[in-house]
């Protein structure tokens, strides 16, 4: 019985001196920890995207009236806008896979039909892109959807760039932030945040020159505004 408690020890030794000898080899060696895990990757790499960001340039005088047609009647406060819901106007958007839905403060998240299809395409297309490049599971945040009249004015308080004239009082205008996106990767460099920013840019080009879409790139809320056409 003592022998037999000695040579477990033993092993439990030996097991114990591989197991630590792997984590060394694998905390000193970058090459393999790069290569087997990738998600643990810290080195910055040039992922070589072009900026699209600066092409979505589109402004609200030039597209206001088309996207006012497009859209729904200005919803004066939340009555109104249940009852654009309840007559099948506006659809619920939520959090999934592929982007998450942030806490409005100044907008509801409801779109018509025609833009919850386009943030849907979106969010494919930006996945599909970025995954090539080892970036999977990538989700961007959608900050900004409908407003009503009461939501515009409160935000004009806090915003002067807002207007009073927003796509986003028709229902067919949402925001999304290109500073918070996640990838299921340990650390996310400067160099993956730029290629995911710059990515979600290109796509939004894409559909935009496709005519599906107006965008503009928002420096000071450090978001894409989207528009469905």
């Not at 290109?178 to 400067?190: P, Q, S, V």
């Amino acid at each position: 019985m003592e022998f037999v408690k000695v040579r477990i020890f033993f092993f439990l030794k030996i097991f114990s001196l591989i197991l630590l000898f792997t984590i060394i080899f694998f905390i000193l060696n970058k090459n393999v920890r790069n290569h087997l895990f990738p998600f643990f990757n810290t080195r910055c790499l040039e992922y070589k995207q072009k900026d699209f960001s600066r092409k979505l340039n589109d402004r609200i005088v030039d597209y206001s009236a088309e996207a006012k047609r497009n859209g729904i009647n200005v919803c004066r406060n939340y009555r109104d806008l249940k009852k654009r819901i309840s007559d099948g106007k506006l659809v619920r958007v939520k959090s999934g896979n592929r982007y998450t839905v942030d806490r409005m403060t100044f907008s509801s998240p409801y779109v018509t039909n025609d833009s919850k299809i386009l943030l849907d395409e979106i969010a494919r297309r930006f996945r599909d892109k970025v995954s090539q490049k080892g970036l999977n599971g990538a989700r961007f945040v959608v900050t900004s959807m409908t407003r009503e009249t009461d939501n515009v004015k409160r935000l004009r308080k806090n915003n002067r760039n807002s207007s009073e004239n927003s796509p986003h009082l028709y229902g067919n205008a949402f925001d999304i932030s290109y500073k918070r996106i996640n990838a299921r990767k340990w650390i996310l460099t400067n160099c993956d945040k730029k290629f995911l920013k710059d990515a979600l840019g290109e796509v939004i080009w894409q559909l935009r020159e496709e005519k599906k879409c107006w965008a503009t790139y928002e420096r000071m809320q450090n978001c894409f505004h989207v528009v469905a056409r």
